[in-house]
């Protein structure tokens, strides 16, 4: 099994700064993945921001120039700093991470969510 726990949301106002971060433990052999999802209320979940073992990463539209995901491959943790915020980017948002556990069977996990909620 591998855990995913989510930490850093919270209530900010508009144009404010959060960073939140996850970290993965259990049976890892290796992680190729790691991503930050988010689900706003009635909407479907959404891919925010994804980074590879390697460093490259992709954003969703509306967050580039403003949120930056980066890892810690030793510490098996994935960061995303969000400046800039907007009220539309009230959401849960949700680590996910896929790769090889010890017995070397895949694997891709949920955290289980964090609240990020932007103020006007």
């Known amino acids: 099994q591998v855990q995913l726990v989510e930490t850093g949301g919270g209530l900010v106002q508009a144009g404010g700064s959060l960073r939140l971060s996850c970290a993965a433990s259990?049976?890892?052999?290796?992680?190729?993945?790691m991503a930050w999802y988010r689900q706003a209320p009635g909407k479907q979940r959404e891919l925010v921001a994804r980074?590879?073992?390697?460093?490259?990463?992709i954003y969703e539209d509306s967050v580039k120039g403003r949120f930056t995901i980066s890892r810690d491959n030793a510490k098996n943790t994935v960061y995303l700093q969000m400046n800039s915020l907007k009220p539309e980017d009230t959401a849960v948002y949700y680590c996910?991470?896929?790769?090889?556990?010890?017995?070397?069977?895949?694997?891709?996990?949920w955290g289980q969510g964090t609240l990020v909620t932007v103020s006007e």
């Open positions: 980074i590879t073992n390697g460093g490259s990463t």
């Open positions: 259990g049976s890892i052999f290796s992680i190729n993945a």
């Open positions: 996910n991470a896929d790769g090889v556990m010890s017995y070397f069977h895949q694997f891709q996990s």
